[in-house]
């Protein structure tokens, strides 16, 4: 004669009610796939690369000696007219990584519209720098000193970026002031997205220590 054991369940100390129970289980079902559809974000780009624009023809055919940060002097004249500015951000990857050692130009016309290039006639005043150069640190942080953009014959104020690493060109762009009454007259404006146009026009604000503009350079390396 066969004997048959009964198994008695288990006891437990879990008090939560068996409704509850259910429905915490079913939940995690659901939250499972998303987080697994989640966790390969990390690797997605997260940032929007900055929009590429023409370089124009006023790029200095030969770089002046002093082609620093600052561009309100040069050499050992200081520039007294326009209203003087902080430019600064930080250059990073599409997933924000600071990219360390990138070597940002930036060159624009004086408070007379005059770039100083032969092609503008030779009409700039030399006491403005007009062009210089900053590398981005460690954290990826840029700053120049520089004057709030003028416009001239044609365009609207704005200042031209190209951005170096090593010996490579990674982007040349022009940067906008944000809410000036001449952006919606200037061709190069018009010809742009809404996205490239909040991509490209940033404020200049008075602070404690003057006009400041941040500019930041998103770079799919």
């Not at 987080?35 to 974000?41: G, H, R």
């Not at 929009?51 to 620093?68: H, I, N, R, S, W």
Request: with cysteine.
């Amino acid at each position: 004669m066969r004997r048959f054991c009964v198994l008695k369940p288990m006891h437990t100390t879990n008090t939560t009610p068996p409704l509850l129970q259910r429905r915490a289980a079913a939940a995690a079902l659901v939250l499972a796939p998303a987080l697994w559809l989640c966790a390969p974000a990390q690797t997605r780009p997260a940032l929007r690369a900055t929009p590429m624009q023409t370089e124009g023809p006023f790029y200095p055919t030969v770089l002046p000696k002093d082609a620093d940060f600052d561009l309100l002097k040069n050499g050992d004249q200081n520039y007294p007219k326009g209203q003087a500015a902080w430019l600064e951000g930080i250059v990073s990857d599409l997933n924000g990584k600071p990219i360390s050692g990138a070597q940002v130009e930036i060159w624009q016309c004086d408070h007379d519209g005059h770039y100083h290039h032969p092609g503008d006639g030779g009409k700039a005043d030399q006491r403005f720098q007009g062009f210089g150069r900053a590398v981005a640190g460690s954290d990826g942080r840029y700053r120049f000193r520089t004057m709030r953009p003028v416009p001239y014959s044609g365009r609207t104020p704005h200042i031209h970026v190209k951005v170096k690493l090593g010996q490579r060109e990674l982007l040349t762009t022009q940067l906008y002031v944000a809410g000036d009454a001449g952006n919606a007259r200037d061709f190069l404006w018009r010809s742009m997205s809404d996205a490239d146009r909040a991509a490209l026009a940033v404020p200049f604000t008075t602070g404690n220590d003057g006009i400041r503009a941040n500019f930041p350079i998103v770079l799919a390396v």
